[in-house]
């Protein structure tokens, strides 16, 4: 297994641009989700999705969209990038959810800079 | 106000010394996961505690949930260079829903 791949590793945007980040996970996991990590912030939940056609706001969802058509993939758009969308973006999936019984795997990141 | 606190905030130790790291919940933890993350890395799973009172340990590094369910502890003993990193803990708090996260404690060896 893969685990959980993301792309691109890296990216810079000038304000205003759109840009979709990839997230694919070869585990049949239900759970994915998308945070970003600020320095010295911890990570924020800025969507998540708990099976193929159903998604939910996490913390930080303004400025972000997803969409989940298939189990694999959870892409993560933003439109009219700004430079507080400058961050470290993670993808997580886990089987089930929840009841601290499953281990999150996470993405190796997407660094993201906003110009 | 944040749910998870990690203290403290930044840890730099002579190489070989023990140390400790603390999480703490004010809500009852339905599980508690502790990652480590290098810089410019991805999050790499170390241990996943439920039970209250429960303690693992992998290698030189030990994690406590305590009876009540809301604080865990990290110990690493005789620390080494590659421990450092940023350690975070995340919390299932509501036992359906995604972790949240405390901010880190980043962990400086030095020999």
């Known amino acids: 297994n893969a685990g959980v791949t993301q792309t691109p590793k890296f990216r810079i945007l000038k304000i205003g641009q759109s840009m979709t980040l990839q997230c694919t996970q070869d585990m049949n996991h239900n759970y994915m989700y998308w945070y970003r990590q600020d320095p010295g912030m911890g990570l924020k939940l800025i969507y998540y999705s708990v099976g193929a056609g159903i998604t939910d706001k996490g913390e930080v969802p303004n400025g972000y969209n997803v969409s989940r058509s298939t189990t694999e993939d959870f892409p993560l758009r933003l439109e009219l990038a700004a430079p507080s969308q400058t961050s470290v973006y993670f993808c997580?999936?886990?089987?089930?959810?929840?009841?601290?019984?499953?281990?999150?795997?996470f993405g190796p990141g997407t660094r993201l800079t906003v110009l | 106000s944040q749910e998870l606190e990690q203290s403290p905030q930044s840890l730099i130790v002579q190489e070989g010394k023990n140390l400790t790291i603390n999480c703490t919940s004010s809500?009852?933890?339905?599980?508690l996961y502790w990652y480590k993350q290098k810089y410019g890395e991805g999050l790499i799973f170390l241990m996943m505690l439920q039970k209250g009172g429960e303690e693992k340990s992998h290698e030189k590094i030990t994690a406590k949930l305590d009876e009540k369910k809301q604080q865990s502890s990290l110990h690493i003993t005789a620390s080494q260079p590659s421990h450092a990193g940023i350690y975070l803990c995340g919390a299932d708090l509501s036992g359906n829903t995604p972790l949240v996260f405390g901010k880190g404690t980043r962990l400086s060896v030095i020999a």
């Open positions: 809500k009852t933890l339905y599980g």
């Open positions: 997580a999936s886990i089987a089930r959810g929840g009841f601290g019984t499953d281990t999150q795997y």
